[in-house]
T-cell receptor
Framework: AQTVTQSQPEMSVQEAETVTLSCTYDTSESDYYLFWYKQPPSRQMILVIRQEAYKQQNATENRFSVNFQKAAKSFSLKISDSQLGDAAMYFC????????FGAGTRLTVKP | DTGVSQNPRHKITKRGQNVTFRCDPISEHNRLYWYRQTLGQGPEFLTYFQNEAQLEKSRLLSDRFSAERPKGSFSTLEIQRTEQGDSAMYLCATHPLAQGRNQPQHFGDGTRLSIL
């Protein structure tokens, strides 16, 4: 069964600085999708960024980028120029229909 | 653009009672998913539909859990004979399969269930 591991329960970053959130996963499939979702307190989960496994190029969305290492089954999220609004739970997710989520990383942004 | 709507937002009930939650998808999103999220954890997949067909239900937590999507639009998740351990946030997400698998699932705000 596919599993997703986020080894950092909490992370903190200074406003305007850069932070990287870690995610590893386990799968025997060769083609799959990976996602990072953000869940602000008491608000709905929204997509931050996605990666298709067959694409070697790392995905980038404005201040958010990923480091996708397929052989290592690693999918880390880098947030550049952190903003106060980035404070939230971040979930790494694998798959499509029966999507598997990690336990999440709580990101705090200090002014 | 109307998002995924879930009702009620919060449900408080006594142990042993039955509860039903509703999810209204984004228009034309033919796939609909149910998840459970307990405190401090990521969402846990329960079941999903494509239109009115329930394509996966083996991950429902027990036979007390059931879901329907009778006309391929809104869906309901029912929990019978609720137990303390059922207390959680229940999330609904929908997906426009026709737009491709690289599109994300869109989540609702969830229904928080509290068992007294």
């Amino acid at each position: 069964a596919q599993t997703v591991t986020q080894s950092q329960p909490e992370m903190s970053v200074q406003e305007a600085e850069t932070v990287t959130l870690s995610c590893t996963y386990d799968t025997s499939e060769s083609d799959y999708y990976l996602f990072w979702y953000k869940q602000p307190p008491s608000r709905q989960m929204i997509l931050v960024i996605r990666q298709e496994a067959y694409k070697q190029q790392n995905a980038t969305e404005n201040r958010f980028s990923v480091n996708f290492q397929k052989a290592a089954k690693s999918f880390s999220l880098k947030i550049s120029d952190s903003q106060l609004g980035d404070a939230a739970m971040y979930f790494c997710a694998y798959g499509f229909d029966d999507m598997r989520f990690g336990a999440g990383t709580r990101l705090t942004v200090k002014p | 653009d109307t998002g995924v709507s879930q009702n009620p937002r919060h449900k408080i009930t006594k142990r042993g009672q039955n509860v039903t939650f509703r999810c209204d998808p984004i228009s034309e999103h033919n796939r609909l998913y149910w998840y459970r999220q307990t405190l401090g954890q990521g969402p846990e997949f329960l079941t999903y539909f494509q239109n009115e067909a329930q394509l996966e239900k083996s991950r429902l937590l027990s036979d007390r859990f059931s879901a329907e999507r009778p006309k391929g639009s809104f869906s309901t998740l029912e929990i019978q004979r609720t137990e303390q351990g059922d207390s959680a946030m229940y999330l609904c997400a929908t997906h426009p399969l026709a737009q491709g698998r690289n599109q994300p699932q869109h989540f609702g705000d969830g229904t928080r269930l509290s068992i007294l």
